[in-house]
């Protein structure tokens, strides 16, 4: 089992920068894939970025490619979400998850979640 805490969420201005942290239990966190997910009012949970258990790989959505950038510190059993140049739509409550698998569509399918912080970005 693993538990994970989302942390950074805050209030920012268009074009301003946040930094997210998920911090997670378990030592076994650096064997998950790993992920950032963000649910804005009305919309469905969308996946925001992912990276792979093995070489590290990263993905991003399309919204969010150039801006965004996931990272990990394995020895630290933390993932984080640097988000630069922030828009008013990346406004919602970001996710993190961990663990399960990619379908070969390469949609990520997570096992475990933390319970989300906000992000609200003000034009």
């Known amino acids: 089992q693993v538990q994970l805490v989302e942390s950074g969420g805050a209030l920012v201005q268009a074009g301003g920068s946040l930094r997210l942290s998920c911090a997670a239990s378990?030592?076994?966190?650096?064997?998950?894939?790993k992920g950032w997910f963000r649910q804005a009012p009305g919309k469905e949970r969308e996946l925001v970025a992912s990276?792979?258990?093995?070489?590290?790989?990263?993905n991003y959505a399309d919204s969010v490619k150039g801006r965004f950038t996931i990272s990990r510190d394995d020895a630290k059993n933390t993932v984080y979400l640097q988000m630069n140049s922030l828009k008013p739509e990346d406004t919602g409550v970001y996710y993190c998850?961990?663990?399960?698998?990619?379908?070969?569509?390469?949609?990520?399918?997570?096992?475990?979640w933390g319970q989300g912080t906000q992000v609200t970005v003000s034009s």
């Open positions: 378990g030592r076994t966190f650096s064997t998950y894939h």
């Open positions: 998850a961990a663990g399960g698998y990619f379908t070969l569509s390469g949609t990520y399918v997570a096992d475990y």
């Open positions: 990276i792979r258990r093995n070489d590290g790989r990263a």
